[in-house]
């Protein structure tokens, strides 16, 4: 580029070592006229006033929107009023989410001082209740699992399934756990029962406290979604070796409604 602003070959040429006239040689008195703005005085005038507005209006909706943020946060936290103060974190001496005796989703929950509950996560079930040996702890921590220690109350690694009973006919469900949370007082688990016809809502309390009377361990639980007329009966090792009692505190052999049931182990 010449010092006038114009282009010219005989420029280029100096820079790339070319000189002179000749075959195969740039002409250094070739100019290329300087570059232009298609654009008019008005036109251009009219982008300037164009690109000030839209600053002052990007520039007028952040000073508006500043006042506006504490308003959406104050909803945000409202969507589910009271579950951010009443959830707490995890307490790793009441519960340990490390998968315990080999089974692959699992966790355990200690009720009192010495009672464990170990839960198949999978299959929505309670396979092992035991008591820890003396004062010693009753789960063995090695190569991030778990294993049981202690006295065995229940067992039931094979026992059975969540089943729907409608009409008198048995339809099996299988199950999708959610979630867990830990409370003041209890852990909630909670899962998706899936049927062909739809999903039941199953949620399990365990308190922290120690049962008390003949039982040696106590939990809570509630079926949402039932229709009229269809009952969700437990697994077959719960029917066995757990005692299902309503809201009224009545025995009962499965659950009608979504009211909080009682299952203890005597």
Known sequence: MDVDGTFSLGAFANRGKF???????????????????????????????MRNSYDF??????F??????????????????????????FDP???????????PRSISIRQGADVWLGYDLEKAIVFKVWQAPGDKPGLILESFKARSTGTAWFEGKDGGEWQLKVKGKAVPLSASYLGCTQSKEHFELRWELSHPDGTIKLSERIAMTAATGKARAHRELRAESLQPGVSLVLPPAYRKAWVLTGPDGNPVNSLIDPAWHQLSLP
Do not use: Y
């Open 19 to 49: 000189q002179g006239t000749g075959p195969g040689k740039f002409h250094s008195a070739i100019h290329f006229p300087r570059f232009k703005s298609c654009l008019s005085i008005a036109e251009r005038q009219s982008n300037h006033a």
């Open 57 to 62: 209006r990007s520039l007028r909706e952040r």
């Open 64 to 89: 508006l929107l500043v006042p506006i943020l504490p308003v959406l946060f104050a909803m945000i936290t409202m969507v589910n009023p009271g579950s951010a103060a009443d959830e707490l974190p």
């Open 93 to 103: 001496a009441k519960i340990c989410r490390l998968s315990v005796d080999d089974i």
